[in-house]
């Protein structure tokens, strides 16, 4: 069956442009993860969705940053203003219900590597 | 922060048992082991969780220790497509507990 699917899979923008970054998760998949990571680093938590809710946000490194989930399925990662420091590789996960156990496996696309000039 | 503690890198010859170890002292009562890998260029892929009991799957056998403290991956034949970076994250079945890596372990198996 289909993965977690991420789009586009690499994007170059120059400093101070505007990105989104898609994630299409598994269907059925009530929640959805956001992450970015720098070379040599482990995933870093950005933003947490259940549903169509951000249940927590506290990743999220500034108001550049901006992520939604309309209808609990398809979400954005919405970047304003980008900074070289921005570049690094987008991850992102869905799970079937991470609060039962044996539906908490997640499940990561392969990722957004941006590149900002 | 992580709540876990693991070696940077560990070497393991090709066809050999590779056991990953992760220190996890502070762990709750209801929070799971889980381990996640990382092929290079890939998204991080989810190898076993477990709570107490040794749990086995096809990929790896989880051994966790009675005090829950610490646990060791083990991946009972090693190959060379097993090279990745190794995460041991603890985590509840809970809504609202997020999903928090550390830097892993980075695996190389030798030929």
């Known amino acids: 069956g289909a993965g977690v699917s991420q789009t586009p899979s690499n994007k170059v923008t120059e400093k101070g442009k505007y990105v989104e970054l898609r994630c299409d998760p598994i269907s059925g998949h009530t929640a959805l993860y956001w992450y970015r990571q720098s070379l040599g680093q482990g995933p870093e938590f950005l933003i947490y969705f259940q549903g169509t809710g951000a249940a927590d946000d506290s990743g999220l490194p500034n108001d550049r940053f901006f992520a939604v989930r309309p209808e609990g399925s398809v979400s954005t990662l919405k970047i304003q203003r980008t900074e070289r420091g921005d570049s690094a590789v987008y991850l992102c996960a869905s799970s079937l219900d991470p609060g039962r156990v044996g539906e908490t496996e997640a499940f990561f696309g392969q990722g957004t590597r941006l590149t900002v000039v | 922060d992580a709540k876990t503690t693991q070696p940077p890198s560990m070497d393991c010859a090709e066809g050999r048992a590779a056991n990953l170890p992760c220190n996890h002292s502070?762990?709750?009562?209801?929070?799971?082991v889980y381990w996640y890998r990382q092929i290079h260029s890939q998204g991080p892929q989810y190898i076993i969780h477990?709570?107490?009991n040794n749990e086995t799957n096809e990929m790896a056998s989880l051994i966790i220790t009675e005090d829950r403290k610490s646990s060791t991956l083990i991946l009972p034949h090693a190959t060379l497509r097993d090279t990745a970076v190794y995460y041991c994250?603890?985590?509840?079945?809970?809504?609202?507990?997020?999903?928090?890596f550390g830097k892993g372990t980075r695996l190389h198996i030798l030929p």
């Open positions: 477990g709570l107490k």
């Open positions: 502070t762990i709750s009562g209801n929070e799971y």
């Open positions: 994250i603890v985590r509840s079945p809970n809504r609202d507990d997020k999903i928090i």
